[in-house]
């Protein structure tokens, strides 16, 4: 519920990036054209796992739903932010604002257990390429994602059916280009400590957990690498988890930058700028990193190239 000096108010104001105004035209350009390369890159790898039979392996399969994360993430942010940066701030409805908030959450939960069960993936095929066949089988890969997005789509809703109970007084401006839960939660009357509580117990198993699973399992992996004897043979191996170990590194690497960064006002303009690089530069990586440097998904796009012509 919202409600400023005893009236109640429908709708939240997006500041935006008011240092940066003198760029606004340039930015606004720059980031549609990011934000279209995004989605035509995710969806393509979507389309190229779904019609090529040569993809349909639990590894692809694992990437054609961290790509559908990844345009659900970036759609959820992106054109509000594009209108916030054209227009120097915009309104968005308080309804508006809790569907980006869980959305933002869900999709978050949802990248890092599709990342850590891609990790999973990696370790069998590196080192039990033997046994892969018969653990990953297509229903154990059907049993992650489905968890995957159950977990991702229920542990938000917890968080923004207690925002939703929230009074919201003496100001409806956030401070930032998109509903991020701390500069909504700032512009609460209420106490917020058991939604800061919930979400604190949340991010706990979610992200720090499979974070340090992660970090495990390429530890693991890379043993198993130096194992190998032969330099052809390392390489190989190390070849079939560097694409899936840059994205990790890069969504992990930006998501605590933008969590460990110091309160305070001048963090405030840091913190925009991270959340920047993650809702918009860090979509566009997914795809970039496993069209350029996977040579199966090479090989199917040089071969539907050259059908259609």
């Excluded at 309804?95 to 990342?115: D, H, N, V």
């Excluded at 106490?191 to 509580?197: L, P």
């Excluded at 006002?265 to 920047?276: A, D, F, G, P, V």
Aim: net charge neutral; hydrophobic share 50%; with cysteine.
């Amino acid at each position: 519920m919202i409600k400023t000096n005893g009236t109640t108010v429908t709708e939240f104001v997006l500041l935006g990036f008011e240092y940066i105004q003198d760029l606004a035209i340039f930015l606004f350009v720059l980031f549609l054209i990011v934000y279209v390369l995004t989605i035509f890159g995710n969806v393509l790898i979507v389309v190229l796992v779904s019609v090529s039979e040569r993809l349909h392996s639990p590894m692809y399969l694992f990437l054609r739903n961290l790509s559908m994360c990844e345009v659900l993430f970036t759609t959820n942010i992106v054109p509000k932010m594009l209108q916030v940066i054209l227009e120097g701030g915009a309104k968005i409805s308080f309804s508006g604002c809790a569907l980006q908030l869980y959305f933002f959450g869900a999709t978050g939960i949802a990248e890092c257990l599709l990342l850590t069960v891609m990790s999973y993936d990696r370790y069998l095929a590196i080192c039990k390429p033997l046994h892969y066949s018969s653990i990953m089988s297509f229903q154990l890969h059907l049993y992650f994602v489905i968890f995957s997005w159950i977990v991702a789509m229920a542990l938000p809703a917890v968080s923004i059916g207690l925002i939703c109970r929230l009074y919201f007084c003496a100001s409806n401006v956030v401070d930032h280009f998109f509903c991020d839960l701390a500069p909504v939660l700032e512009l609460s009357c209420s106490d917020t400590s058991t939604v800061e509580f919930e979400v604190f117990a949340q991010t706990i198993p979610v992200f720090v957990f499979t974070f340090i699973y992660i970090v495990a399992t390429y530890i693991t992996i890379f043993i198993a690498i130096l194992k190998i004897p032969s330099t052809v043979g390392r390489e190989k191996a190390f070849s079939t988890c560097s694409s899936h170990l840059s994205v990790v590194s890069t969504y992990y690497g930006t998501m605590i930058s933008l969590y460990v960064t110091p309160t305070g006002r001048q963090s405030i303009r840091i913190n925009k700028t991270l959340s920047l690089l993650y809702s918009v530069v860090t979509p566009l990586f997914n795809p970039i990193v496993y069209s350029l440097r996977n040579q199966e998904i090479r090989k199917v796009l040089t071969s539907l190239f050259f059908i259609t012509k």
